[in-house]
């Protein structure tokens, strides 16, 4: 069975460092990756997706994300933070809404 | 603009009481899907449609129903609402079933 797994629950970075959010999954064929972020309040929005080809790549916000076959991973990374990018960074892997599965969530906390 | 949308967004009922969470999208999208999101389980999805009429269950379905006769809304039924479904509840749709556009979010209360 598919699973993900976001072993961060919080992650507190300082404004201007960068950040790296850890995914890993579990999936029996190759999977169709995403990462969404969900604003205080907010419905979720896709930051990335990975179907095939190059494994790193670029979403909007200034976010990217590598996937790794050999380590079945799928972090997501940014160069520098922004105050306005505290949220939760919900990782997600499937073929497609059939089998869609959300890892439980990162809480991302930015300080001055 | 595109959108969807979903109504309540907030609600508290009673135990039993029948409700439905109305949701549009303005896209014509084939797909639609409903989740719920629980702290420290992230979502999870309840029931999905690959097009009108054509709807099947997600990992947690029990206690909930939906139904799909116009391309455009899903709705999500609770006929006998108890407080283990208070939870927060998305929307979802999609032209090309991977990526998906999520509502604003309905946060439901049973007491």
């Known amino acids: 069975a598919q699973s993900v797994t976001q072993p961060d629950i919080h992650i507190t970075v300082s404004e201007g460092a960068s950040l790296e959010l850890r995914c890993n999954y579990s999936?029996?064929?190759?999977?169709?990756l995403f990462w969404y972020v969900q604003s205080p309040g907010q419905g979720l929005q896709l930051l990335l997706k990975?179907?095939?080809?190059?494994?790193l790549v670029q979403g909007i916000k200034g976010f990217e994300a590598e996937f790794k076959r050999s380590q079945s991973s799928f972090n997501l990374r940014k160069p520098s933070v922004h105050w306005s990018d505290a949220a939760e960074y919900f990782c997600?892997?499937?073929?497609?809404?059939?089998?869609?599965?959300f890892g439980t969530g990162t809480r991302l906390l930015v300080s001055p | 603009e595109a959108q969807v949308t979903q109504n309540p967004r907030y609600l508290i009922t009673v135990t039993g009481k029948k409700l439905t969470v109305t949701c549009s999208q303005n896209?014509?999208?084939?797909?639609m899907s409903w989740y719920r999101q629980d702290p420290g389980l992230g979502l999870r999805q309840i029931y999905y449609s690959m097009n009108v009429e054509v709807t099947d269950k997600g990992d947690v379905p029990e206690g909930y129903k939906v139904s799909r006769k116009e391309k455009r809304n899903f709705p999500l039924i609770l006929e006998s609402p108890s407080p283990n479904q208070t939870s927060l509840y998305f929307c979802?749709?999609?032209?090309?079933?991977?990526?998906?556009?999520f509502g604003p979010g309905t946060r439901l209360t049973v007491t």
């Open positions: 997600a892997v499937g073929p497609g809404f059939q089998k869609l599965v």
């Open positions: 999936y029996g064929a190759t999977p169709y």
């Open positions: 979802a749709s999609s032209s090309s079933g991977y990526e998906q556009y």
């Open positions: 896209m014509n999208h084939e797909y």
């Open positions: 990975y179907f095939s080809g190059d494994t």
